[in-house]
């Protein structure tokens, strides 16, 4: 039909195609055989096939060695391109194109595992390292890879689904033929397994024939999403399926038609371009010995017009039927993907997906700037198997899986993180701690049930059986199923297992003792105020000056002053003290890293070793500062908090995790539930269960918290009061005391000299006035209490005169 119509209008032409068709019967040898045969015996100027992958590689090494352009618009599988050859054209597709195709939708839902189930032939075994590489760029694991051969039984067929159905993974991309895949799908739909929470994705080797498999496929098949290859419905297109219908009844046609009427007409054109060419074959004669009868390659010609035609198939270029024909490195390239969702009734378009846009609705669309979280609503609506609209997990458990292995640390101290005890008698196994109180809420929570075991990492005597880098690697093994306790999230870890999200405060510090350097004893109310205040103080505003010393003795006594023995890393560095750190911890490493030598680090299990070290001191072969992670250090602190600092700098690390196998699907639920805890109350919860005390004692550790006195601090202040109050009472007495004798005896002689009077000169009388009139001016009293009142009259004319 395609040269029939292209020299139809093209009847200028001087070139004319004429067709030698062989039937290869569908196997590999007859392809050979009929290429042979056109070859040498028709000296064909180029080959139309073969029509299979598996038929190609022969063909092509037989056109390569002639110079025959070999022409398939069938042989997809893109491990074709590795035979190298320039005689090789794919006027079709090769299934690579489609892998980015396949990638984005399963990114789009977010599911991290897969199955691969291909047909066991270079046409499935060709598009698996492409799927591998972009499932590598979005971290999606390819679980298993299930080979299905084309002379299976239907029973070796259920033997290998059921083998699928005992595995996670709940994810297949499908990459075989109808024939096969029909059988897959019928015996898949028999066992279950078409049912709500698998996902199904058909790759465009059943796609692109979707009308050769019948109504029972489309049942059988009913949920499965497609990845097709995309032609524009072009004027040229319905021409020939109207041309097609009106010659050959009912049969449809597919894509691979519509590439071999494009492959002919590219070919009369280049056949045209080269019309001045020698088109015959240049014979060779090869030498055999007289033993040997030779094959028939031995003389196989070579094409003369074999470059030149090749040079211009090359440049070729057209609208065809199958959209614009223009090779790029010996094939057509593919940039447009169709999404269909197939149903009972047919399939139904749900979007596209474009080289570079990725996945859309409707090609009118332009996008930009799509993330990932919105990609899965560039589709249309989709029934998933079972009939919902519901999208599937991606993953379950097998009805008759196994619990999951998790993996604990067995440790000595610390035990407020995770403890593992052993009962004597019964043999029961207890795991309790932070972590696992964390861990078990997280798997609580999971939209589904993860059946799972705690198995200590121990050896058969119930010692640890090695560090949290082992631990992790047995992990990695497939010895465990995960890991659970205060495990730290680690770049060289991360190369082994997945990690869920953090759970616990992140960071490493260096905790140090402190020393007081508040004065203290009897004679600290000294130290307010100078000796010379004092003195001045005492001399003119001693009431004054005892209100401002109040205040500053009650400021220097209420004022934390607890300073840390060493300020930052590199005082420790050149001091020379040893360093504490925990057993099989990560954190020996790190302060091998940071030079200090490995002969000063001492190892400790508990916070209880951790304070013995440190009362022993550097110098008795304890410690004089430790290195941990905030966590460890906070419990320490929590007992410890008044005689403990931490010191600059803070060193990043970034906390505990869960490890998982690298891939595993359980790492993102379980992330989100850590989210989820994190973010409500629960977490803070379990942080006062196991961690109670801690905040009274670090809330009373602020710079700002007052110290209560007791008298003790002012012992010698009161003392001082107390004794200068004594002595001024005493002292007090003691002039009073005083006071009286001199009074007794200044009234003893006054009454001596009234008693003289009469006696004495009148020299004599004036100097006794005197001295009596002296004597009334210290003492009023003395004429009311000791003078007669007979008396007053004369002494008073006395005083007068």
């Not at 007495?733 to 002689?749: P, T, W």
């Not at 001596?752 to 009148?762: A, S, T, Y």
Request: charged letters at 25%; proline letters at 4%.
């Amino acid at each position: 039909m395609s040269l029939s119509e292209f020299y139809n209008t093209h009847n200028g032409f001087k070139t004319r195609i004429v067709l030698n068709i062989r039937d290869s019967k569908q196997t590999v040898v007859g392809a050979a055989a009929s290429a042979l045969y056109l070859i040498k015996k028709r000296e064909v100027v180029a080959i139309i096939g073969p029509g299979s992958s598996m038929q190609a590689p022969f063909l092509i090494n037989l056109g390569n060695q002639s110079q025959v352009p070999i022409i398939s618009f069938s042989a997809t599988s893109p491990l074709l391109d590795s035979l190298r050859s320039p005689y090789f054209i794919r006027a079709t597709h090769d299934d690579s194109a489609q892998v980015h195709a396949i990638s984005a939708i399963i990114e789009s839902f977010r599911w991290r595992e897969v199955v691969s189930i291909y047909v066991d032939n270079e046409f499935g075994e060709g598009i698996l390292p492409y799927l591998v590489d972009a499932f590598q760029e979005i971290n999606v694991r390819i679980r298993y890879r299930s080979a299905i051969s084309l002379y299976f039984s239907d029973d070796q067929i259920r033997i290998e689904l059921y083998k699928l159905m005992n595995m996670p993974s709940r994810v297949f991309v499908v990459h075989m033929l109808p024939d096969l895949g029909a059988r897959l799908f019928a015996i898949a739909k028999e066992i279950g397994m078409m049912s709500k929470g698998y996902v199904w994705i058909v790759t465009n080797g059943i796609a692109n024939l979707m009308s050769l498999m019948g109504e029972s496929s489309f049942e059988d098949m009913h949920g499965v999403l497609g990845v097709k290859t995309y032609l524009s419905r072009s004027k040229e297109l319905a021409y020939l399926e109207a041309r097609w219908r009106k010659r050959f009844g009912g049969e449809e046609l597919n894509n691979f038609g519509y590439w071999a009427y494009d492959a002919a007409t590219a070919l009369a054109m280049s056949v045209e371009e080269i019309s001045n060419v020698n088109m015959s074959f240049n014979m060779t004669t090869k030498n055999v010995s007289r033993n040997d009868i030779g094959t028939d390659l031995d003389d196989l010609g070579v094409s003369l017009s074999g470059p030149k035609l090749i040079q211009a198939l090359s440049k070729v270029s057209f609208k065809g039927v199958a959209g614009r024909f223009q090779l790029k490195q010996g094939k057509l390239e593919a940039t447009i993907f169709k999404i269909i969702n197939i149903e009972e009734s047919g399939e139904r378009t749900i979007g596209f997906w474009k080289s570079e846009e990725g996945l859309m609705k409707n090609l009118k669309e332009v996008q930009k700037g799509i993330n990932i979280s919105q990609s899965s609503r560039r589709l249309g609506p989709i029934i998933w198997p079972g009939d919902t609209i519901l999208v599937p997990k991606g993953w379950d458990f097998p009805i008759n899986a196994k619990k999951l292995r998790i993996a604990v640390p067995k440790k000595d101290g610390f035990n407020q993180f995770v403890k593992v005890t052993k009962d004597a008698h019964t043999n029961v196994l207890t795991v309790t701690g932070f972590c696992i109180d964390v861990f078990d809420t997280v798997i609580r929570q999971m939209p589904y049930a993860v059946p799972f075991e705690y198995i200590p990492f121990e050896t058969p005597d119930g010692l640890s059986d090695g560090n949290y880098d082992e631990m992790i690697y047995k992990v990695f093994l497939g010895e465990y199923d995960g890991a659970v306790g205060d495990t730290t999230i680690l770049a060289n870890r991360s190369a082994y297992v997945d990690f869920a999200l953090p759970y616990s405060e992140t960071g490493i510090v260096f905790v140090v003792p402190v020393k007081d350097e508040r004065e203290k004893g009897k004679w600290v109310f000294l130290k307010p105020l100078t000796k010379e205040l004092w003195l001045l103080t005492a001399a003119a505003f001693l009431y004054i000056g005892m209100m401002s010393y109040t205040a500053t003795l009650t400021s220097m006594l209420t004022v934390q002053e607890l300073r840390p023995t060493v300020r930052h890393m590199d005082d420790l560095r050149k001091s020379g003290v040893n360093i504490g750190y925990q057993s099989g911890s990560f954190t020996f490493e790190r302060l091998k890293q940071m030079g200090f030598d490995e002969s000063r680090l001492k190892t400790y299990d508990s916070p209880q070793e951790m304070r013995e070290l440190f009362l022993n001191k550097s110098s008795n072969g304890g410690i004089g500062a430790a290195f941990d992670e905030v966590p460890y250090v906070k419990l320490f602190m929590a007992k410890y908090c008044k005689e403990y600092s931490i010191i600059e700098p803070s060193f990043k690390a970034d906390g505990f995790g869960f490890a998982f196998p690298l891939g595993s699907p359980l790492v993102s639920d379980i992330s989100r539930q850590i989210l989820n805890i994190t973010e409500g109350e629960g977490m803070k919860a379990m942080e006062n269960k196991w961690f109670v005390g801690e905040k009274h004692c670090l809330d009373s550790t602020t710079s700002d918290s007052p110290i209560q006195l007791d008298h003790h601090s002012f012992q010698a202040l009161f003392l001082i009061v107390f004794v200068f109050s004594v002595l001024l009472l005493l002292l007090m007495l003691a002039c009073k005391k005083h006071r009286e004798r001199q009074g007794d005896k200044i009234e003893s002689g006054a009454q001596d000299g009234v008693n003289e009077e009469d006696n004495v000169g009148d020299g004599d009388e004036a100097e006794h006035i005197v001295d009596v009139d002296t004597a009334l001016l210290r003492r009023k009293k003395l004429t009311s209490r000791t003078m007669p009142l007979r008396r007053v009259a004369p002494l008073l004319r006395l005083k007068s005169a």
